[in-house]
């Protein structure tokens, strides 16, 4: 009997993953991968040995690199990546492979290559599947939005960093600029409807009322003019790059169409490892923490910062998932705390700097929850 060889059926997924470019339109959906990714993953030595790896270095996340008085050695565990180390992956022409949510055009997608030239950028459907793709060592980073200078935080992102155990490595900051896109031969005047992401159409408010369009919100901005080009659209625009248009053969009718020149997104980079903070450059640190309710709280809170000169440069308020709301007291003399609250916060310091170890210690003495997100580089260069 002739001998067989057996292929893994995620083979032909892989190889998309690994090319992307041999199908453009490829998107990492990781529902589609979890029945068969732990065996798939068993199947490699490398891979093995990786995963042990990681199991290790969570046990001392928690305390090492950011409590730095722990009495349990390190130095028989896997280090975390230093910031030099992280630079020279780059310089040194390694091909990381960086997660973005979009599609093929997607801010994100230039984001990420922005943030790693040399990487391989794998779209994904959602923020989640991102995060996902990380954690489930798919890909070696994620380029995700945080906040844009004119539509404010994306809340999601934001929710996500807490539900997952990846680290902040770094930012980078994004110019964004938006155009009207539409298939060939369709003029302005013929439009009637426009399809983007939400915060794009919010940022480009004045000049689609002028216009007199009609709103349709989609997953992102390079989805749409995908979807205008496939469908082959007469009525519809999209709001998108002009990398979409040139990817998806559409026509560009107006650029620059954002109400404010001055249109910012900033990404955070995100890895399964933390990088050891340094003092070399100017650093950032993002944390996250919970308070009990009472008066000045907050306040005790932000003064250990400015007690010791630091500047704060974002304060975030979610809500804190997974608690019930509590029944009136009729006989209660205080409000009920209906809406118990998370608190995102960035501050310009290395978790290096003594300062900042003072500064957490302090808040730790009376804060109910507190998480260090990432100490990281700060991207202060032009967008």
Known sequence: MAATTSRSPLAPLYSQIQNPKTNPFFTLKLPELRPNISRHACSSTRSNRRKIQAIELQKIIEDYPYEFNSKDSPTSLPRPLTSAQLSNLTSEGSRLRVAYQGVRGAYSESAAEKAYPNCEAVPC?????????VERWLVDRAVLP????????????YDLLLRHRLHIVGEVKLAIRHCLLANHDVKVEDLKRVLSHPQALAQCENTLTQLGLVREAVDDTAGAAKHVAFHKLKDAGAVASMTAAKIYGLNVLAEDIQD?????????MLAREPIIPGTDKPFKTSIVFSLEEGPGMLFKALAVFAMRNINLTKIESRPLPKRALQTPD?????????FPYLFYVDFEASMADERAQNALGHLKEFATFMRVLGSYPADNGLP
């Open 125 to 133: 459907e959602q923020f989640d599947t991102a995060f996902e793709a």
């Open 330 to 338: 009729e006989n209660a003399t205080c409000f009920p705390k209906y």
């Open 260 to 268: 404010d020149s001055d249109n910012v997104t900033r990404f955070l």
């Open 146 to 157: 945080i906040e844009n200078s004119l539509g404010g935080s994306i809340h999601r992102n």
